[in-house]
């Protein structure tokens, strides 16, 4: 044994030079045993039950490449080419369900199986082992993290994207009459949110011109104080414009929001739901909306 | 930089073209004062879309030319204050309370024009 450890001590020394060495003979011991350890690979995939949602020839397909690609990442030591071939990859199975645990599952299994392959190669050479698996930990480790955060990152940024898009969808500015808008908002206003609408809304006003805006809030739950100073904010933001701004629907908590930070109810103009806050706002335009009697006479 | 003061029929239109120091505001405040009951005004347009900022001094400024008017016996809208510049406004509580604002010089004119026709006509008006 203290032979041993001294035997690693000297080797110590020209490791550094030898490392390189190290990885190209066992990445050439890699590719010889590629089939047979793809193959055992995609077997221990199949038997934990990973990846379920990729029939078995998909999951061949991409061992075949991920293993391609770890072993060139082995040998050549830069990631690039990996993180690359990671976020592709990451792009077409996120869609499909793939977690997160399973990718890092299979990468690690990818790595121990290499390391299995090393140990039944080497194990009448511990010294030697001992070098090899010197090299060879880092750089799988390196290539598990690579993989594991270029899936996490691409998932990010799926969701990130398609935030965005909810976000685009969650604010509409309609028309319904000349000088007259309509913002309908749905479900919870979040800080990010309060700040488009706000910007949405003034730049309505102007480039719609219009006059009045009814705000109808009926689909909204409930909003926190902060959200609440910001929509009144909004509202005096509109009249420096030279708009008036109507909130309607407003829910009974979101009234008592309203009414514990003190809002000024001289400045904010609400009516009780979407069909008054329109009377009132044709009301403010001169409009005179006048039932005639044909229409009311006519069958349905 | 000094402020165009233009005589538009019974009205005094004041365009701001670039950023004022306090010293431009206060002078645009004394002309405006002086020159409406000069020229018999009814109403002041000030136009500050070229603004990109408009601070608590200026605020200030604005409100006080729109209640020194009135008490000239005339009336004061601002008109083209940006979205931007009117959300940041708000942020730091410059509400231009009691002073009218308008989108831009199209709209001042009109609501000019409607004060000028009086309450008892503006009933009888639907559109």
């Known amino acids: ?300 | 930089m000094q402020v165009p003061i233009l005589k538009q029929g019974a009205y005094l239109i004041a365009t701001v073209q670039s950023a004022l120091t306090d010293e431009d505001l206060k002078q645009l405040r004394d002309t405006l004062v002086e020159r409406v009951s000069v020229v018999r005004a009814r109403g002041v347009i000030v136009d500050v879309t070229a603004l990109d900022v408009i601070d608590s001094f200026a605020t200030r400024t604005l409100r006080d030319v729109a209640h020194m008017i009135r008490l000239r016996g005339a009336e004061t809208v601002i008109v083209g204050i940006q979205p931007e510049v009117a959300f940041s406004m708000v942020k730091l509580g410059l509400t231009l309370e009691g002073v009218a604002t308008s989108l831009d010089l199209e709209e001042g004119l009109a609501y000019l024009d409607r004060k000028g026709k009086g309450p008892g006509h503006e009933v009888r008006t639907h559109r």
Not at chain 1, 80 to 89: G, S, T
């Open chain 1, 1 to 300: 044994m203290s032979k041993t450890t001294r035997d690693l001590a000297t080797a110590a020394e020209p490791r550094v030079e030898s490392t390189a060495s190290l990885l190209r003979e066992l990445v050439a011991h890699l590719r010889q045993q590629r089939a047979q350890l793809r193959e055992e690979w995609a077997r221990l995939i199949t038997e934990a039950k990973l990846l379920t949602a990729m029939t078995k020839e998909e999951i061949f397909a991409e061992a075949t490449s991920v293993y391609d690609n770890y072993v060139e990442a082995l040998e050549t030591g830069t990631y690039e080419a990996l993180q690359a071939y990671a976020r592709n990859l990451s792009e077409r199975i996120i869609p499909r369900g793939v977690e997160t645990h399973e990718v890092v599952g299979i990468v690690l299994l990818l790595r121990d199986v290499l390391a299995r392959s090393l140990f039944a190669k080497y194990h009448e050479d511990f010294n030697k082992l001992n070098r090899i698996l010197d090299a060879y930990e880092p750089a799988a480790n390196r290539i598990a993290i690579t993989v594991a955060v270029g899936f996490v990152q691409e998932r990010e940024r799926i969701i990130r994207e398609q935030q965005e898009a909810i976000r685009e969808l969650s604010t509409p500015v309609l028309q319904v009459r000349e000088r007259l808008l309509i913002l309908p908002i749905i479900g919870v206003i979040d800080p990010q949110r309060a700040r488009q609408l706000t910007e949405q809304l003034l730049r309505g006003i102007r480039t719609n011109r219009a006059k009045v805006v009814v705000l109808d809030i009926t689909g909204v739950p409930y909003i926190d104080s902060p959200v609440a100073n910001h929509l009144v904010q909004t509202v005096e933001a509109a009249r420096l414009l030279g708009a008036t701004v109507i909130v309607t629907g407003l829910s009974p908590e979101i009234a008592q929001t309203l009414v514990n930070i003190g809002v000024d109810l001289g400045k904010m103009n609400t009516v009780g739901d979407l069909q008054g806050g329109i009377e009132e706002a044709e009301r403010l335009l001169g409009y005179k909306v006048v039932l005639t009697r044909e229409s009311a006479t006519e069958p349905a």
